[in-house]
DNA sequence: CAATTGGATGTTTACGTAAACATATCAGGT
DNA sequence: ACCTGATATGTTTACGTAAACATCCAATTG
């Protein structure tokens, strides 16, 4: 196999230019104290044999890879990718580039890997999108001095936690719909192990009860819409339900879908509400009233939050909350004869 | 407790074993030529000492980072999302770490800065997933000795480019609406500067041609929900439309509400036809046909190509297509009076 | 005009790892 | 006992960069 050729290093750069190493390292870095005939020399060298800075030596020097690794379990929800994204820009615009580290079954076992394999990586600082229970066994292997926040969790008092405003975005949910004039609401709650789906739930019965309103029975989906047509073909067998608060947009489609076949009118019977805003709720059929949240927020301030972390050398506890917004469309409406 | 000095070094280790940092490096690495007892005490060392290979040492001594490097646009399309995902899974599988690299604005200038910083960066490898267009002006600063895939992109000329088979699947879903008896299928197409829109597209009319039918104007979305309700208001108002093949999925989301509001029927007046099959896709009303896409295969050929590339130090061209399967649900079926 | 100063540039060194090379040890064959 | 060759381990070195320190030179000052 032919030697794949070595790449041009400072000394080749200095070489050409006739200056030593440490005046290219001065030019690559922009310190002052070079002047200007010897700068433009050096860079004319640099752009003559293409000399690109190697990021290993610097990193080996500097003892800073200028990179924040993500730990995440799937980019199959939007809440993930929506935060991920926002989390890369917000990166990007800090000059920080992003590591993926997916997750492929949410072990612990599994993340425990994937916190050593981080703890090998070229990283300065970790953020973690994923559920709490899930890092318990996991905090042993973290390496030292290095920033860590989570989003999407109830870890505060371990952690840095930036999550959505859960409760506060369910109570204006579940608000909206009693101000509409419904006795009560039905929820269509996320899966068992979810914190966010528990979090929706408990903002969900406690606006009910204070309310004074009776708390149906909530039924359980597992984020997906098809999870949320087969909760939905049993709502709309309750003859006394007129609205319900989904805990995502996706399981809401699904139940919109069960109403549509089983011919209980939205919102004219049947009012829903949704929590997300993915783009498409707008296209719903009828379009979807739901809960908006600011993932770009999330994003960036979780990448604040590790660079801070990193730059005072200080270890962060507790939850940040992101507000939500409610947006209403023609999904939600006031109960039949009302 | 927090040590804030210097991270744990392999002489640190050789020191507390007794032994070279030589040996602690054949520990590290699983080299054989170690005898049991060295190997424990070598290991006793590490784990006492909570020895964590330095991944820049390593980087520059070995000259790989271990590391894939994305550029790519946005996150907020399903298919780059999916795309993605199966890289970064596939790359996990073969020890590699994916490096994030969004471009905030699809400009030449942005890429041309993202190659750049690159460049810089610690990877081995490429992979774009993004039209060739923007990529023009920037192959000038791609480092030398990197493998580079492109994916969702027609270069196939100049760059390896793993895509779906755009037009396959295209002819699939045209070819299964009319072989339901609809006299000619209408398109609703992505946007002008996508090259799968314009592939998806010409495939569409071609295979109309082929089996002599007239070619309906297309009407032009830009993969957004709302574009295809848009579009779908003046389909719904075309008395001769009774077929719609749509360039994805979303689109064909907003175009069932537009057909809905507007009382044509689907599919008993309209069937429409989507492509991509989201995970949603069949929890549409009624749940949609669609041109289900194998992103998981796209990505593994991707991983597997710049990988290749990297090992044998080669430059590849030419194009690589992952096949489609059509998915038919509800949204499809004879046209009225069949 | 010599001494001093300070800016510009060169030299040395260390970062942590692992390849290449060197040495030590020992079993087995004569 | 002596050599042979294999195996286990130690020593040296280089990777590319940048901090720390050293040197040089021109301009300013007493």
Same mark, same amino acid.
Request: net charge neutral; proline share 6%.
């Given at each position: 196999?032919?030697? /794949? ?21 001065? !030019? ?43 730990i995440l379990f799937t ?6 990718? /929506? ?16 590591? &993926?580290l997916p997750v492929a079954v949410p072990t612990q076992d599994e993340v425990r890997g994937a916190f050593t394999r981080l ?9 973690v999108?994923m559920e !709490?229970?899930l890092l318990?066994a996991a905090?042993?292997s ?167 972390? &990193? ?28």
């Open positions: 196999m032919p030697q /794949r050729k070595r790449r041009v290093s400072m000394a080749d750069v200095a070489r050409r230019a006739g200056v030593s190493s440490q005046t290219v390292s001065r !030019v690559s870095n922009g310190h002052p104290g070079v002047v200007d005939a010897t700068r433009r020399q050096v860079l004319d060298a640099m752009k003559e044999l293409g000399y690109r800075p190697n990021s290993a030596a610097r990193a080996l020097k500097s003892g800073e890879f200028r990179t924040i690794g993500i980019l199959s929800t939007t809440g993930n990718v /929506r935060t991920l994204e926002a989390i890369a820009t917000s990166a990007a615009e800090e000059g920080y580039a992003i590591t &993926l703890g090998e990586l070229a990283v300065d600082a970790i953020i999108i !709490v229970h318990d905090t042993v973290l390496p030292p001095n290095i920033g860590v926040v989570v989003a999407d969790s109830n870890a505060g008092d371990r952690y840095s936690v930036v999550d959505t405003d859960q409760a506060g975005g369910s109570r204006e949910a579940v608000r909206h719909l009693l101000g509409l004039g419904h006795r009560t609401v039905w929820h269509l709650a996320g899966p068992a192990d979810s914190f966010a789906a528990q979090r929706r739930a408990d903002a969900w019965r406690a606006t009910l009860e204070e309310a004074g309103r009776e708390v149906p029975p909530p039924v359980r989906g597992d984020w997906s819409a098809e999870s949320g047509y087969l909760a939905g073909l049993r709502l709309a067998g309750e003859p006394g339900c007129t609205a319900v608060f989904a805990a995502n947009d996706q399981m809401a489609l699904g139940l919109l879908r069960a109403l549509h076949e089983r011919g209980r009118a939205v919102p004219a019977e049947v009012s829903v509400v949704g929590f997300d805003d993915i783009p498409e709720a707008g296209s719903f059929i009828p379009p979807l009233t739901t809960v908006h949240q600011d993932f770009a927020e999330v994003g960036r301030r979780c990448v604040a939050g590790v660079l801070r972390q &990193l730059r005072t050398d200080a270890v962060e506890r507790g939850t940040t909350l992101v507000p939500t917004r409610l947006v209403v469309r023609g999904s939600s409406g006031p109960p039949p004869g009302a």
